[in-house]
């Protein structure tokens, strides 16, 4: 689920204490877009949002949320708003979160 590597390398980018702030931006920013995602997936906004999603959970290391998201852009931006199914992309955020939290908790808690 998540590139624990990328996510290494963002904390020597950004440094120790930085990164619990990014992370906690991240998490936020993320989850108001799929919120508004299980309330109205506006075909007319679905590829922005998910392209949104896609830099964000790649920059963080969520990989197969990433993976997910960068798949369901392509088919909004061909217009094939079928092929896109968003409980995938739901369940892949909720694990790679708690998988995150799991991991990173202790460290987050330490700097903070």
């Not at 892949?92 to 995150?100: G, I, L, N, Q």
Request: glycine letters at 8%.
């Amino acid at each position: 689920m998540i590139d624990w590597e990328r996510l290494n390398e963002l904390i020597s980018e950004v440094g120790e204490e930085s990164f619990a702030e990014v992370a906690e931006v991240f998490l936020e920013e993320v989850a108001e877009v799929i919120d508004r995602l299980k309330a109205n997936p506006a075909p007319e906004s679905l590829e922005s949002e998910l392209h949104f999603l896609k830099g964000s959970a790649l920059n963080l290391g969520f990989k197969t949320l990433g993976k997910l998201c960068h798949d369901g852009e392509q088919h909004a931006a061909s217009g094939d708003y079928g092929a896109i199914s968003l409980a995938p992309l739901f369940d892949a955020y909720d694990k790679s979160c708690v998988e995150f939290t799991d991991k990173m908790h202790p460290q987050l808690m330490a700097l903070g």
